[in-house]
């Protein structure tokens, strides 16, 4: 076994950040979407041969999750011997591809170097497209995608194509947003065969494998340094999917240098919920990194101490034919869930519960000029929870999404829609010692027929406080004069409107506790209103 400067492998394992880092940015520069050129819901990553992930970029954390199981699906359709350079894969289905919602597909290009079999670039985009359509099971939610080839040597599989883009609703959007895919995963394969080049290839290969060594030693003392012992958490899911509150909990288990989470669930169910157990790997490993330890390198090395428990058929480790598109929700509750079982142990580490949602508005109607068909999607962020020293953030994307709100401007260049509201919602934020983050709400204006569904949470659920803080406000859709809801869903005419807005979050320590100057600044800023700042912290405006 070679011995590998440490040195070396510190500048391989940064310039291999950084060829992730590129290819995400080559993709959300190249992709025509809105949902990824301003957005950036997308993600990419670098896996060895084995398939075992060497370096994730910073953008999604979920899509680790359809990551994690591509390469080991496409190693089961296809004998290593038959891969060569420039054959690309592509696949998306929760089932036979590794993915965890049909949205999600991803590409993924094998890298040799010096005719060598060595290593793998894939990245993941959203393809906002799949749209009104229904969720009992998955066969309703769009076109499932095996790992196929979708080039051969270099070579376009045109009926390949045609195939995809014919169950597309936007197909040229997505013509070009998979060109966009095929140009990162190009700059990936020519930066890792740089690297190579530059450092050699056994060097190259025995630095990521050290990266992962390194990435469980600093795991596995991250869970050293906690208590032994076992703490258990409980809290509830709601969505307008399902009728009543679905109880969930988590049991987190220390014992030396390893942690075991155990989950329990309701059985499955007829709504695009349920969630992949890779979905559930996803979360988890996002969660208790960045809780234990943030620095910890994003690679395959990482989860080794860990070991995590779900019923399969339960919502939390769906089994075919669960339908899966709205699974973020019940990763974002998941998400909550752990941080609440973990502030037992951690206390000064964990955050109170942001707003637990990925809260989506789905939009689709005719172009006015061409009557060509339109899809617009977007996820709005919400209250993020206060902190043992600061408050909450505002207005944002929490735990596994980390995507972008689409600014005003892109919004009503692309799409018949206008906005005419965007602002931060007041008392939405849990009281305390360090108030939650606050909630946005968006409003909606169609200026030509559309329909829109909107998929949220905590709408019976409230996001709680910790050591004494309060709870965050639920989230709601209003509808404006003539505009209904049936369910999540409505049909909107020429000049209705609607609002979305998002749930707030939970507050940290109790209120008494709080600066008298925040205060005063909350209520100047529109943060509370004078009857909060009265009633609950005892100040007057």
Not at 170 to 194: H, I, K, T
Not at 440 to 467: E, F, N
Not at 535 to 541: D, F, K, L, N, S
Request: proline share 5%.
């Amino acid at each position: 076994m070679t011995i590998i400067d440490p040195v070396a492998v510190e500048v391989i394992g940064a310039a291999m950040s950084s060829i992730v880092e590129e290819t995400g940015e080559t993709l959300i520069r190249a992709s025509h979407s809105t949902n990824i050129k301003e957005r950036r819901d997308c993600s990419t990553a670098l896996f060895n041969a084995k398939g075992e992930t060497l370096c994730q970029a910073e953008h999604i954390p979920i899509h680790l999750g359809s990551f994690i199981e591509l390469v080991p699906h496409i190693m089961k359709r296809y004998r290593a011997e038959d891969i060569r350079p420039g054959d690309a894969f592509i696949g998306n289905d929760a089932y036979e591809g590794g993915g965890t919602h049909l949205p999600d597909i991803v590409l993924a290009e094998p890298i040799f170097v010096d005719g060598r079999f060595v290593a793998w670039t894939v990245n993941l985009a959203h393809h906002a497209d799949f749209v009104d359509r229904g969720h009992a099971h998955i066969f309703q939610e769009g076109l499932r995608i095996p790992p196929v080839r979708l080039y051969r040597a270099g070579e376009l599989q045109a009926d390949v194509q045609d195939l995809i883009l014919l169950n597309c609703q936007v197909p040229r959007e997505r013509l070009s947003d998979l060109r966009a895919q095929m140009a990162a995963n190009r700059v990936g394969v020519q930066r890792f065969q740089s690297l190579c080049a530059k450092y050699g290839t056994e060097t190259v290969l025995g630095a990521g494998a050290a990266l992962m060594d390194y990435a469980e030693r600093k795991m596995r003392a991250a869970i050293a340094a906690m208590p032994d012992g076992t703490w258990r958490f409980e809290d509830v899911f709601d969505n307008e999917e399902v009728t009543s509150n679905l109880p969930l909990s988590v049991e987190v288990t220390v014992k030396g240098d390893t942690m075991a989470l155990a989950f329990e669930a309701p059985d499955q169910v007829r709504a695009g919920v349920n969630m992949t157990y890779t979905a559930l790997l996803a979360t988890i490993y996002y969660v208790v990194k960045s809780v234990l330890d943030p620095t910890i390198p994003p690679n395959a090395g990482l989860a080794r101490p860990l070991s995590i428990a779900a019923r399969e058929g339960s919502i939390l480790n769906c089994t075919h034919p669960a339908a899966v598109n709205g699974r973020l929700q019940t990763c974002q509750r998941v998400a909550d869930l752990v941080m609440g079982a973990l502030a037992q142990a951690t206390p000064e580490k964990v955050m109170a519960c942001s707003n637990s949602a990925c809260t989506v508005a789905y939009f689709i109607g005719h172009r006015p000029d061409d009557k060509s068909l339109w899809v617009y999607l977007e996820t709005i962020g919400g209250g993020s929870g206060a902190r043992a020293q600061k408050d909450g953030l505002d207005g944002v994307h929490v735990h596994t999404t980390n995507t972008s709100n689409l600014p005003v401007e892109a919004l009503e260049i692309e799409y018949p829609l206008r906005l005419l509201r965007y602002e931060l919602v007041p008392d939405s934020g849990g009281v305390g010692q360090y108030r939650g983050g606050m909630a946005l709400r968006r409003v909606y204006q169609a200026t030509h027929d559309c329909r829109v569904r909107v998929d949220t949470s905590r709408q019976r659920s409230r996001s709680w406080g910790l050591q004494g803080g309060g709870p965050g406000a639920h989230g709601r859709v209003e509808p404006g004069p003539g505009t209904e809801f049936t369910g999540d869903s409505a049909v909107l005419a020429a000049g209705q409107w609607f609002a979305i807005v998002t749930p707030g979050a939970g507050g940290f320590g109790l209120p008494a506790r709080r600066d008298p100057d925040a205060v005063m600044r909350d209520l100047a800023q529109g943060v509370i209103s004078r009857d909060t700042a009265r009633e609950v912290y005892g100040r007057q405006g």
